[in-house]
């Protein structure tokens, strides 16, 4: 079984759930998810099965959600699993919602939630704060490329936004610092991913309708649809060669980087070419 699943997680399951799952249903070990979503978030988690988990490096990593913000409160998570930490009963308008929003776009310094899975020292920051231990936390630049308002309840002081952005955006973050930034506090109540490099929401598979191999292959894709790169369909001499991990000089002129190499439209290696001369990283054959 070789290729990738678009599946659909849902709410209170984590990612390593899903790959346990499937794990079972396919009885195949080689299976890995290509992004983390928190138990209380559900939406696009694409998973790899197979040698196609060597092929996680080579797939797009942006991200994108839809988040629902509370303000008037925020948590020790940024979310609503967390304890209650500060109140305000000060309420915003939507003129001044989008305001503050302006901060949030493009290049930003984040720092991550002390509940996360980074590692500091090699131990990951919610072992700290479980502990009640203090660490210092470093902020980490990060990519928002979109930021809008999809809707916004004045009364209920709730705002949903959609949020495109780079690997490792924390949206719980977001949700904290906007409440901050609007001196009313805020957390993160819902959190949806709808993009995840290629994969969509609206193509994604549930995992109840995953529980047998038979469906697993039904809804497997094949990787050559998510492998964005210049493709280089190989001739019989030159399948030889790669087949070997032998390098090649291409009949055709290439732009420098990424390759993906082919024979009769079916994935043979993913290559790199540089001066000319396609060198293979990984052999599919």
Do not use: W
Request: net charge neutral.
């Amino acid at each position: 079984m070789f290729g990738f699943l678009n599946v659909y997680k849902p709410k209170g399951k984590t990612s390593h759930d899903v790959v346990a799952i499937l794990r079972r249903v396919t009885k195949i070990k080689q299976i890995g998810h290509t992004g983390t979503l928190d138990p209380f978030a559900e939406g696009v988690l694409p998973v790899c099965i197979g040698k196609a988990t060597r092929l996680i490096e080579y797939l797009k990593n942006d991200k994108a959600y839809v988040g629902t913000v509370q303000l008037g409160k925020s948590t020790t998570t940024y979310d609503i699993e967390g304890e209650g930490v500060n109140i305000s009963d000060k309420k915003v308008t939507l003129e001044e919602v989008e305001a503050a929003l302006d901060s949030f776009r493009g290049d930003i310094e984040q720092l991550p939630p002390i509940y996360s899975a980074i590692k500091v020292n090699g131990k990951k920051l919610y072992e700290y704060a479980r502990k009640g231990e203090e660490v210092k936390i470093e902020p980490r630049r990060v990519n928002i490329s979109e930021l809008k308002i999809l809707s916004y309840n004045e009364r209920k002081r709730q705002l949903e936004l959609y949020i495109a952005c780079s690997k490792g955006t924390y949206i719980r973050s977001i949700a904290n610092d906007l409440g901050e930034k609007l001196g009313t506090f805020g957390h993160l109540i819902k959190l949806v991913r709808v993009h995840a490099g290629d994969f969509v929401v609206n193509e994604s598979v549930k995992l109840e309708d995953l529980e047998t191999v038979e469906q697993v292959n039904q809804n497997l894709i094949y990787p050559l649809e998510y492998l964005d790169y210049p493709k280089y369909e190989l001739s019989e001499e030159e399948f030889e060669k790669v087949s070997h991990g032998n390098p090649i000089e291409p009949q055709k002129t290439f732009p420098e980087g990424t390759i993906i190499l082919t024979k009769n439209g079916q994935l043979s290696a993913v290559a790199k070419n540089a001066n000319g001369t396609i060198k293979c990283e990984k052999v599919f054959i």
